[in-house]
């Protein structure tokens, strides 16, 4: 019962950010110099239809604005937008009206939560073990060469990381790793370890930290006088608490890396949710850009709830 109620309490306060979050968006972007028609081919093709028939450019304009609402008071396009992305009517984009957006988020969002997932698996898989050795070997050479490439990770964004990428796997060592497309389990390598490499370091440097506060525990005092072995000791006591506590740095890492994908899809020209979103918001695509901010809100509020509800299951200490 108390679980039940701390979701609906979470679902509500999501719904609510949501909301403010999409009509501060559109407030952004109403208010923006430019537009649509100012941004995209489609001010080169009306441009002529100006200059000759004024009265036919207008027709055209005006049932452009009716049909997304443009013609409305700002509060009211505020609450159609809103209210269509909390009812999933994502509509049709202004750069591709014959397409829905669920068609083309079907085909874009595997591929950007594809890169995003294997990022945070492969920050796992190398960010722990080096955490664990640099909490072990604290404040000798390992530690240090540990928390400088941890830092030198988080400091490097993924665009110049991935631009490096390109320059040396398509310039210095050509044919080893494909360096744009997709389409093989070889196009996603690159892209998973520009965006990972951040993500290693805060890993690295949490389960450092973590483990290291944990071996200062009294139950690890009590299993040494008690002659357990030094081994099984790190693992079972040491280790085991501190990777309950990573639960809360991974899961939100899942969502944000999803953003990240943004310029490193671009780069290796992978046709992910990050040029969708990137076209979006350049164009002024409002349907497009706000079910963008629906998207990613989402994912992160609702990684932030799952978060909660599998760390209270796991350590009874935690109370919801």
Same mark, same amino acid.
């Given at each position: 019962?108390?679980? +039940?109620?701390?979701?609906?309490?979470?679902?509500?306060?999501?719904?609510?950010?949501?909301?403010?979050?999409?009509?501060?968006?559109?407030?952004?972007?109403?208010?923006?110099?430019?537009?649509?028609?100012? /941004?995209?081919?489609?001010?080169?093709?009306?441009?002529?239809?100006?200059?000759?028939?004024?009265?036919?450019?207008?027709?055209?304009?005006?049932?452009?604005? #009716?049909?997304?609402?443009?013609? $409305?008071?700002?509060?009211?396009?505020?609450?159609?937008?809103?209210?269509? &992305?909390?009812?999933?009517?994502?509509?049709? #984009?202004?750069?591709?009206?014959?397409?829905?957006?669920?068609?083309?988020?079907?085909?874009?969002?595997?591929?950007? *939560?594809?890169?995003?997932?294997?990022?945070?698996?492969?920050?796992?898989?190398?960010?722990?073990?080096?955490?664990?050795?640099?909490?072990?070997?604290?404040?000798?050479?390992?530690?240090?060469? !540990?928390? /400088?490439?941890?830092?030198? %990770?988080?400091?490097?964004?993924?665009?110049?990381?991935?631009?490096?990428?390109?320059?040396?796997?398509?310039?210095?060592?050509?044919?080893?790793?494909?360096? +744009?497309?997709?389409?093989?389990?070889?196009?996603?390598?690159?892209?998973?370890?520009?965006?990972?490499?951040?993500?290693?370091?805060?890993? +690295?440097? @949490?389960?450092?930290?973590?483990?290291? &506060?944990?071996?200062?525990?009294?139950?690890?005092?009590?299993?040494?006088?008690?002659?357990?072995?030094?081994?099984?000791?790190?693992?079972?006591?040491?280790?085991?608490?501190?990777?309950?506590?990573?639960?809360? !740095? !991974?899961?939100?890492?899942?969502?944000? *890396?999803?953003?990240? /994908?943004?310029?490193? &899809?671009?780069?290796?020209?992978?046709?992910?949710? %990050?040029?969708?979103?990137?076209? +979006?918001?350049? #164009?002024?695509? @409002?349907? $497009?850009?706000?079910?963008?901010?629906?998207?990613?809100?989402?994912?992160?509020?609702?990684?932030?709830?799952?978060?909660?509800?599998?760390?209270?299951?796991?350590?009874?200490?935690?109370? $919801?």
């Amino acid at each position: 019962m108390a679980v +039940a109620t701390f979701i609906l309490k979470r679902f509500v306060q999501i719904v609510i950010t949501l909301i403010l979050v999409m009509s501060v968006s559109y407030i952004m972007m109403y208010y923006s110099p430019g537009g649509f028609m100012n /941004t995209t081919t489609m001010a080169t093709v009306l441009a002529p239809l100006q200059g000759q028939n004024p009265i036919l450019y207008q027709q055209v304009m005006d049932q452009f604005q #009716s049909r997304y609402g443009l013609n $409305l008071p700002l509060w009211q396009q505020i609450v159609k937008y809103v209210w269509h &992305e909390l009812t999933f009517d994502f509509g049709n #984009s202004m750069q591709n009206p014959s397409l829905t957006i669920m068609s083309q988020l079907k085909q874009t969002l595997p591929i950007s *939560t594809l890169l995003a997932f294997g990022s945070v698996l492969l920050s796992v898989v190398v960010g722990v073990p080096l955490g664990i050795v640099a909490a072990l070997k604290r404040n000798t050479w390992i530690d240090y060469v !540990v928390g /400088t490439v941890s830092l030198a %990770g988080q400091a490097i964004p993924s665009f110049v990381l991935a631009v490096i990428m390109v320059l040396l796997f398509g310039v210095a060592l050509p044919g080893i790793l494909p360096i +744009a497309g997709w389409g093989t389990w070889k196009d996603a390598v690159l892209p998973i370890v520009c965006l990972s490499a951040a993500n290693i370091g805060v890993v +690295a440097r @949490y389960m450092r930290g973590s483990l290291i &506060e944990t071996l200062r525990q009294d139950y690890i005092r009590t299993a040494k006088a008690k002659g357990v072995k030094y081994w099984p000791m790190i693992y079972k006591h040491g280790v085991k608490n501190s990777l309950t506590a990573m639960i809360t !740095v !991974v899961g939100p890492q899942f969502a944000v *890396t999803v953003m990240g /994908t943004i310029w490193v &899809e671009q780069i290796f020209g992978i046709p992910g949710l %990050g040029k969708v979103m990137q076209t +979006a918001f350049t #164009s002024f695509d @409002y349907p $497009l850009a706000i079910t963008s901010v629906f998207l990613l809100g989402s994912m992160i509020m609702i990684m932030n709830l799952l978060v909660d509800i599998v760390y209270a299951l796991i350590d009874p200490r935690v109370k $919801l």
